[in-house]
Nanobody
Framework: QVQLVESGGGLVQAGGSLRLSCAAS????????MGWFRQVPGKEREFVAA????????YYEDSVKGRFTISRDNAKNAVYLQMNSLKPEDTAVYYC????????????????WGRGTQVTVSS
């Protein structure tokens, strides 16, 4: 069993920054990838970013490229999402998740979900 706990969400003004954290516990070594997703009521949950634990590969949704940066701390089993130049359209509940590969995460094929953290960007 893997447990994921997100933190760092909150209310920010457009153009501001926020840093999300995801702490993983349990048997995580069998999952090589971790990613961030977001969902707005009435919309499909969408992929945001992913990172490979065993390598340097990172992947981003086109709309967040250049604004968001995903990083990891393998010793802490933690993944972070630095969000800059936030826009109201970034408002959503953000979830972290584990998966076997980045490709699977991109396709929303997820092994474990966190419970999410709310990000609200005001205009």
């Amino acid at each position: 069993q893997v447990q994921l706990v997100e933190s760092g969400g909150g209310l920010v003004q457009a153009g501001g920054s926020l840093r999300l954290s995801c702490a993983a516990s349990g048997r995580t070594f069998s999952r090589d990838a971790m990613g961030w997703f977001r969902q707005v009521p009435g919309k499909e949950r969408e992929f945001v970013a992913a990172i490979i634990w065993s390598g340097a590969g990172t992947y981003y949704e086109d709309s967040v490229k250049g604004r968001f940066t995903i990083s990891r701390d393998n010793a802490k089993n933690a993944v972070y999402l630095q969000m800059n130049s936030l826009k109201p359209e970034d408002t959503a509940v953000y979830y972290c998740a584990t998966g076997a590969t980045a490709a699977r995460l991109t396709n929303l094929t997820v092994d474990y979900w966190g419970r999410g953290t709310q990000v609200t960007v005001s205009s």
